[in-house]
């Protein structure tokens, strides 16, 4: 997926969770998508992000690829986000694995819960 196509849907879920009151102020788990041809290179690819803020996970899909979900708390910023897809396909591209996007569950209020809203943004 080209940057620059990334970088015009990024804005707009940005925008879509500003426009609902998502609290930016806070930190939040912000999960990064990728996919791979084989187990191998996607645990190769999730040894390489290991610290106290990030958490990965390796499963198989059910067209015989290989996805890693990579959770990092942090602030939901246009910049911050893009600055860490950058580092993400940077270890991706080389195990041929392909960015398949970036997405983040908001906290709820009592209210919302109790109508079922979980406001889920991804692209």
Known sequence: MSTAYQDDISSHVLRRMKESGFDFARIHPIEFYAI???????????????????????NPGDDGAWRMQLSKIMHATYDGIGDFEQDFQSVIGPLDGEVEGWG?????????????MTPRYSC
């Open 104 to 116: 983040v569950i908001q906290e709820v209020s009592a209210d919302q819960r109790l109508a079922n």
């Open 36 to 58: 791979f041809p084989d187990e191998d290179r996607a645990r190769q690819a999730a040894e390489q992000f290991r610290g106290e803020s990030l958490n990965t996970q390796v």
